[in-house]
């Protein structure tokens, strides 16, 4: 498993009955996961008195409740600044178990600089531009795309924070299939991608995305965008069926057998301080030249 073990401003403290208690900075939430299915005793005071609380309707959704929680509030990891927030769809903004995947991406860029190559990264379903500012921090140029205005606002607020300069990162707001094909005609190319697709989501003018549906002749597309001089591709799944394995063959198949290299895929978890679980968060694929 590949473990996001590194944050000091985030913990998951204990999980039971379908919940995880966290802290994000110096704030107490508790939020459903689906992977929590075991039910054990909450020991931690901190179960019972969170600063925000978001509780599953069993029709769908859900609300939150708050205790003390500003509207908005920061944390970091290493030099990188976030912004965050409570939604209506129980997210703060941010996925920590990626930072195991912003590390790597980072180490790469720095060996490529240290060896005088430029790194040109592609950042699909870009969200709040975690990847992105790590990215751009090592010293890669990035180019966030997203069909969310609302998420690239965020994004770049986040970027200001981290103090990331203004001309290593592109913001993009579109369909990530439209971008992507019409970087194709364009003749454009990158030396690294990131994808983080949603299992589900609509574009701007409607656009339908469904993961198990989408995923592979999406990512043959992004294939055509591969330099010569190519560094990585990382591919994360937060779809129920599709494993590390699926991962692996895809990219094995579009990448590897077209360009060498090799993939990793595996299981992304975090740690919980309170006993020695690692919480499962998905998967994630790896490809490298």
């Known amino acids: 498993m590949i473990i996001s073990d590194k944050w000091t401003d985030y913990e998951v403290i204990d999980t039971s009955g379908g919940e995880k208690l966290e802290r994000w900075g110096n704030y107490i939430l508790v939020r459903p996961d689906p992977q929590v299915i075991w039910d054990t005793p909450k020991k931690d005071n901190r179960w019972h008195s969170p600063n925000g609380h978001y509780y599953r309707s069993d029709k769908g959704g859900g609300h939150w409740e708050f205790n003390d929680l500003p509207e908005e509030w920061q944390i970091s990891y290493g030099s990188l600044k976030f912004n965050l927030k409570p939604f209506s769809f129980k997210h703060t903004g941010l996925f920590p178990e990626q930072a195991a995947n912003w590390d790597f991406a980072a180490e790469l860029i720095r060996e490529r600089k240290a060896e005088g190559r ?109 330099s010569d001089d190519a560094a990585f591709i990382i591919l994360n799944s937060y779809t129920t069926g599709l494993q590390p394995a699926v991962l692996s063959y895809m990219m094995n198949l579009l990448f590897t057998k077209r360009y060498g290299g090799k993939v990793r895929s595996d299981e992304v978890g975090l740690p919980v301080s309170g006993n020695s679980l690692i919480l499962p968060c998905g998967a994630t694929g790896r490809w490298t030249k």
Do not use: Q
């Not at 790194?119 to 969310?148: C, E, M, P, Q, R």
């Not at 990158?190 to 701007?204: E, H, K, Q, V």
């Open 118 to 226: 430029e790194t040109k990264v592609l950042n699909l379903f870009a969200y709040t531009g975690g990847a992105t500012i790590s990215a751009a921090a090592a010293g890669a140029h990035v180019t966030h795309v997203d069909a969310s205005k609302g998420m690239t606002g965020w994004a770049r607020e986040n970027a200001l924070l981290s103090g990331i300069p203004h001309e290593s990162c592109r913001w993009i707001v579109e369909d990530c299939r439209k971008f992507v094909e019409r970087e194709i005609r364009r003749g454009n190319k990158y030396d690294a991608i990131i994808l983080d697709p949603p299992s589900y989501g609509r574009g701007p003018k409607g656009e339908i995305w469904k993961m198990e549906d989408d995923i592979f002749d999406f990512l043959k597309l992004t294939s055509e965008l591969i």
